[in-house]
């Protein structure tokens, strides 16, 4: 089974660009989230789908930041603009939507997303 | 504020011996922990897990304890092996997952 994938893994932009990340959680899995950690700090919550719909976006540190899910598959996170303290890794996570299994809320993370912005 | 610390950045284990890590949490309503393990460039990738209706969960190695009283929970892993070398993430479920900032593991072969 693929897990969850993250395109790209790095990416270098100005301050002012637009950065669009990506993610394919792992099929049939209802719920995606978005995380981001700066460097040498805790992993942070940004915000949490449950197939298109966004249940929780509370971790959004601004209008910068632009979150879809089409259709309920991937989902794109985008930065516009960049600024500097915008840098960091960006996971993205998936998990199934059972409120029966012990693990229903077990995530399962994809490699990440390492934004630098210059 | 952060609501789940792990004070611990770093932590050196022979190999063969227990590794212990720790972690701490402030709000009393989190009712289920995980620990995470990541390499570089990875993702973190699940480890184990416990709900607050327990104490202590294992899973071969590898064994949680819950203290809700004290709000601490433990990663122990025993014996310890140079694969098991990996940064470990506390994390808490609430409304959204909580994490720590994550322990450093070394295992000295």
């Known amino acids: 089974e693929a897990g969850v994938t993250q395109f790209p893994s790095h990416s270098v932009i100005e301050k002012g660009q637009t950065v669009t990340l990506r993610c394919d959680p792992i099929s049939g899995h209802d719920n995606l989230y978005w995380y981001r950690r700066v460097m040498g700090k805790e992993i942070k919550f940004l915000l949490h789908f449950v197939k298109e719909s966004k249940q929780d976006e509370s971790g959004m540190p601004n209008n910068r930041f632009l979150a879809e899910r089409t259709g309920g598959t991937y989902s794109t996170l985008k930065v516009q603009p960049a600024e500097l303290e915008d840098s960091g890794v960006y996971f993205c996570?998936?998990?199934?939507?059972?409120?029966?299994?012990?693990?229903?809320?077990?995530?399962?993370f994809g490699p990440g997303t390492r934004l630098t912005v210059l | 504020d952060q609501q789940v610390k792990q004070n611990s950045p770093s932590l050196s284990v022979q190999e063969g011996r227990i590794s212990i890590l720790n972690c701490d949490y402030t709000?009393?309503?989190?009712?289920?922990f995980l620990w995470y393990k990541k390499y570089p460039a990875e993702g973190p990738t699940f480890l184990i897990s416990?709900?607050?209706?327990?104490d202590k969960n294992e899973d071969g190695r590898f064994t949680v304890f819950l203290n809700k009283s004290a709000k601490h929970l433990s990663l122990h892993i025993v014996p310890s092996q140079p694969g098991d070398s990996a940064v470990y993430f506390c994390a808490a479920s609430g409304n959204q997952f909580y994490f720590g900032t994550g322990t450093s593991l070394t295992v000295i072969p």
């Open positions: 709000n009393s309503m989190f009712d289920y």
């Open positions: 416990i709900s607050s209706i327990k």
């Open positions: 996570a998936s998990s199934p939507y059972d409120r029966d299994s012990p693990f229903a809320d077990t995530q399962y």
